[in-house]
């Protein structure tokens, strides 16, 4: 079962983030606890560590902008 790779809330008050770059390619196998990409949000640049580990499967592009909850890719 594929697991989600969604924007995490990082400040009491964020609300969106940018996907700044992916330290990982599509199709890499990743490990949990492994940087997995750059988020930038409120004035902030902070390294998002996988969840799970597997493949990666990257649904969001860098440089854009998307809302706390977006899914950004899967881990299968």
Same mark, same amino acid.
């Given at each position: 079962m *594929?697991v989600? %790779? #969604?924007l995490?809330? %990082?400040?009491?008050?964020m609300q969106?983030? &940018? @996907? *700044?770059?992916w #330290? *990982?390619n599509d199709? $890499?196998? @990743? !490990?949990?606890g492994?940087?997995?990409f750059? #988020?930038?949000? $409120?004035?902030s !640049?902070?390294? @998002?560590?996988a969840?799970?580990?597997?493949?990666?499967? %990257?649904?969001? &592009?860098?440089?854009e !902008?998307?809302?706390v909850? !977006? %899914?950004l890719g899967y881990?299968e």
């Open positions: *594929a989600e %790779i #969604l995490p809330k %990082i400040g009491f008050s969106e983030g &940018q @996907v *700044a770059e #330290l *990982a199709g $890499d196998q @990743v !490990t949990e492994q940087p997995l750059s #988020l930038e949000a $409120d004035k !640049t902070n390294e @998002v560590e969840p799970a580990s597997g493949t990666l499967k %990257i649904v969001a &592009q860098t440089g !902008t998307y809302e909850g !977006t %899914i881990i």
